[in-house]
C-alpha cells in the first residue's frame, strides 16, 4: 500500500495540475454514470442523477464553469491523480485508506446502509458467496468477512450474478438496490443493513487544496439553506442532514 501511495503521489506531482487558477479553466467533474440514483446516463446521453443535479449546484455556486467527464469506476482514482479530470463526484465513501491517495471535500451525503439482496430470504450472507463492485467499500467488508467475495466491474454485473446463481447476494448502497429490487419480484431486501464508511464526499488531488476549500464552502452552504436537504429527499439517497 505504501507504493502504492508513493507512485501515485510522484503521479499528481508531475501532472502539475494544481488548481491555482481555477475562473480560468474549465473543471472537469469525474463520474462513473452506472450507479443510478447516484449517477447514470439519460437517454439523451448525458450524465444525469443526484451527481448531476448536486455538482451543477455546487458549480454554479462557486462561480465555476464545469464539464462532465464518464469513467470506468476501477480506475476513478488513478485517472483524477493522473489529470483526466479535476473531481470525483461519483458516490465515493470517504475512508481512511482513499484518504491516503487523494483528498475529500466534507461529505455531502450521510452513509448509505448497505444491503443484501438475494433470491431467498435465507441466503447465506455470513458464509455464502457475496458479489460486489470492484474497488467499492462493500468489496472491502466482504472480504475481511467469512463470505467468499467475488467482484464485478460495473453494478449491472453484480445483480446479473444473483440472476443466474453465481453469487447467493449482492451487497450495495440501498439506495442502488432498493430501486432495482421494487421493479424484480424475483429479488429480495434481507434484513441486515451495515453503515459503512464516513458518507460520500467529492474526490480531489492532494495538491488541490484550494479548489477543495471551494467546493467545501458551496457543500456547506446548500446544508445551510436545506437545498442539500431536498436534492437527498428527491432523489431518495439516504438520510438528510
Same mark, same amino acid.
Given at each position: 500500500?505504501k507504493?502504492?501511495?508513493?507512485?501515485t503521489?510522484?503521479? &499528481?506531482?508531475?501532472? !502539475?495540475?494544481?488548481?491555482? +487558477?481555477a475562473?480560468?479553466?474549465t473543471?472537469?467533474?469525474?463520474? =462513473?454514470? %452506472?450507479?443510478?440514483?447516484w449517477n447514470f446516463?439519460n437517454d439523451a446521453?448525458?450524465?444525469?442523477?443526484f451527481?448531476?443535479?448536486?455538482?451543477?449546484?455546487?458549480?454554479?455556486?462557486?462561480?465555476?464553469?464545469?464539464?462532465?467527464?464518464?469513467n470506468?469506476?476501477d480506475?476513478?482514482i488513478?485517472n483524477?491523480?493522473?489529470?483526466?479530470?479535476?473531481?470525483?463526484?461519483a458516490?465515493?465513501?470517504i475512508?481512511d485508506e482513499?484518504d491516503?491517495?487523494?483528498?475529500f471535500?466534507?461529505?455531502?451525503?450521510?452513509?448509505d446502509?448497505t444491503?443484501?439482496?438475494?433470491?431467498?430470504?435465507?441466503?447465506d450472507v455470513?458464509?455464502?458467496v457475496? &458479489?460486489a463492485?470492484? !474497488?467499492?467499500i462493500?468489496? +472491502?467488508h466482504?472480504?475481511?468477512s467469512?463470505?467468499?467475495?467475488? =467482484?464485478? %466491474?460495473?453494478?449491472?454485473?453484480?445483480?446479473?450474478?444473483?440472476r443466474?446463481g453465481?453469487?447467493?447476494a449482492v451487497?450495495?448502497?440501498?439506495?442502488?438496490?432498493?430501486?432495482i429490487?421494487?421493479e424484480?419480484?424475483?429479488l429480495?431486501?434481507?434484513?441486515?443493513k451495515?453503515l459503512l464508511?464516513?458518507?460520500?464526499?467529492?474526490?480531489v488531488?492532494?495538491s488541490d487544496?484550494e479548489l477543495?476549500?471551494?467546493f467545501?464552502?458551496?457543500?456547506?452552504s446548500?446544508?445551510?439553506?436545506?437545498?442539500?436537504?431536498?436534492?437527498?429527499?428527491?432523489?431518495?439517497?439516504?438520510?438528510t442532514?
Amino acid at each position: 500500500m505504501k507504493k502504492l501511495v508513493l507512485a501515485t503521489a510522484a503521479l &499528481a506531482l508531475s501532472a !502539475g495540475l494544481a488548481w491555482s +487558477a481555477a475562473h480560468e479553466k474549465t473543471i472537469r467533474m469525474g463520474t =462513473e454514470g %452506472a450507479y443510478p440514483p447516484w449517477n447514470f446516463i439519460n437517454d439523451a446521453g448525458e450524465v444525469d442523477g443526484f451527481e448531476r443535479e448536486l455538482g451543477d449546484e455546487l458549480c454554479k455556486r462557486a462561480e465555476l464553469t464545469c464539464e462532465w467527464v464518464t469513467n470506468e469506476w476501477d480506475s476513478i482514482i488513478p485517472n483524477l491523480v493522473s489529470g483526466n479530470y479535476d473531481v470525483i463526484i461519483a458516490g465515493m465513501s470517504i475512508t481512511d485508506e482513499r484518504d491516503e491517495v487523494i483528498d475529500f471535500t466534507q461529505n455531502y451525503t450521510q452513509p448509505d446502509p448497505t444491503l443484501y439482496v438475494a433470491l431467498s430470504m435465507d441466503a447465506d450472507v455470513e458464509g455464502g458467496v457475496i &458479489a460486489a463492485q470492484t !474497488g467499492t467499500i462493500q468489496a +472491502a467488508h466482504i472480504a475481511e468477512s467469512n463470505a467468499t467475495l467475488v =467482484e464485478f %466491474a460495473t453494478p449491472e454485473e453484480t445483480i446479473a450474478a444473483v440472476r443466474n446463481g453465481e453469487a447467493d447476494a449482492v451487497f450495495a448502497d440501498g439506495s442502488f438496490l432498493l430501486p432495482i429490487a421494487d421493479e424484480d419480484d424475483t429479488l429480495m431486501v434481507l434484513d441486515q443493513k451495515v453503515l459503512l464508511g464516513g458518507g460520500v464526499g467529492m474526490g480531489v488531488r492532494e495538491s488541490d487544496g484550494e479548489l477543495r476549500a471551494t467546493f467545501d464552502a458551496a457543500i456547506q452552504s446548500m446544508k445551510d439553506d436545506g437545498s442539500l436537504n431536498e436534492l437527498i429527499t428527491k432523489w431518495e439517497i439516504g438520510e438528510t442532514f
